[in-house]
Nanobody, 124 residues
Framework: VQLAESGGGLVQPGGSLRLSCAAS????????MSWARQAPGKGLEWVSG???????YYAVGMKGRFSISRDNTKNTVYLQMNNLKPEDTAVYYC???????????????????WGQGTQVTVSS
C-alpha cells in the first residue's frame, strides 16, 4: 500500500496550491479519502474527506478556501487550496478510510493508510 502526496511548496499569502495524492496497493474506489494537516508544534488536524461517490465533507472553517476531489480512474485524491494564509502552514497528509461512516472522518486513529506528507509553507 502506498499513498504518495505531492504539490506542496512555498507560497505567498493569498496564493493557491493543489495537492495530489496517488494511491496504490488497495482498492482505491472502495475507500473514503481524507486530507489532514499538522502545523508546527500542533497535533494532526483533519481537513476534508471525500467518498467514492464524490460526497465531500469539510472541517469547520475549511470549506470555501479548500476543495477536495478525487479521480477514481487515476487512484488520486486532490486538495485545491486557495487564498492561503500563514496559519495554513503545515505538513499535509492524505489518508484512506475503509469504514463507510462520515462521522469517523475527524478521528485520526480510524484511518487505515497514511501517506508520508507534503510540506506547505505560506509566507511572504
Amino acid at each position: 500500500v502506498q499513498l504518495a502526496e505531492s504539490g506542496g511548496g512555498l507560497v505567498q499569502p493569498g496564493g493557491s496550491l493543489r495537492l495530489s495524492c496517488a494511491a496504490s496497493g488497495f482498492d482505491f474506489s472502495s475507500y473514503a479519502m481524507s486530507w489532514a494537516r499538522q502545523a508546527p508544534g500542533k497535533g494532526l488536524e483533519w481537513v476534508s474527506g471525500i467518498y467514492s461517490d464524490d460526497t465531500t465533507y469539510y472541517a469547520v472553517g475549511m470549506k470555501g478556501r479548500f476543495s477536495i476531489s478525487r479521480d477514481n480512474t487515476k487512484n488520486t485524491v486532490y486538495l485545491q487550496m486557495n487564498n492561503l494564509k500563514p496559519e495554513d502552514t503545515a505538513v499535509y497528509y492524505c489518508a484512506a478510510l475503509g469504514t463507510p461512516n462520515p462521522l469517523l472522518f475527524p478521528y485520526i486513529d480510524e484511518y487505515d493508510y497514511w501517506g508520508q506528507g507534503t510540506q506547505v509553507t505560506v509566507s511572504s
